[in-house]
Nanobody, 129 residues
């Protein structure tokens, strides 16, 4: 019933801004006490939590990304979005959106984490120079 779907990132060039959206169906993103996260994984690396937006629109960020990250939502479309600025090839990764039944804490995570109960399928972001 609950489904999350990441958008296609399109062409992502170095120094530009990555923009992704996560379309949510089956549950309203304003439902208490849900949190909506962006997570990424590069080959050979741990999954990294980027940040999230709460049911009430409050944002939280991994300090490693905070300076260049924005998370927003469009409640009319029941979706939330990520903007990651000043990207480099090091930002090349598979990006996921995911739901948490409470505020996530772990900065490094896995698909088996108890902090998340629903995941999008992921979308590949390749940053080219």
């Amino acid at each position: 019933q609950v489904q999350l779907q990441e958008s296609d990132p399109g062409l992502v060039l170095s120094s530009k801004t990555l923009s992704l959206s996560c379309a949510v169906s089956g549950v309203n993103i304003t439902t208490h006490p849900l949190y909506w996260s962006w997570i990424r994984q590069s080959p050979g690396k741990d999954m990294e939590w980027i940040g999230c937006i709460s049911y009430g629109g409050v944002t939280y960020f991994n300090p490693s990304f905070k300076s260049r990250t924005a998370i927003s939502r469009d409640t009319s479309k029941n979706q939330f979005s990520l903007q990651l600025s000043s990207v480099t090839p090091e930002d090349t990764a598979e990006y996921f959106c995911a739901r948490s039944p409470g505020r996530p804490i772990m900065l490094k995570t896995t698909r088996q984490s108890y902090e998340y109960d629903y995941w999008g399928q992921g979308t590949q972001v390749t940053v080219s120079s």
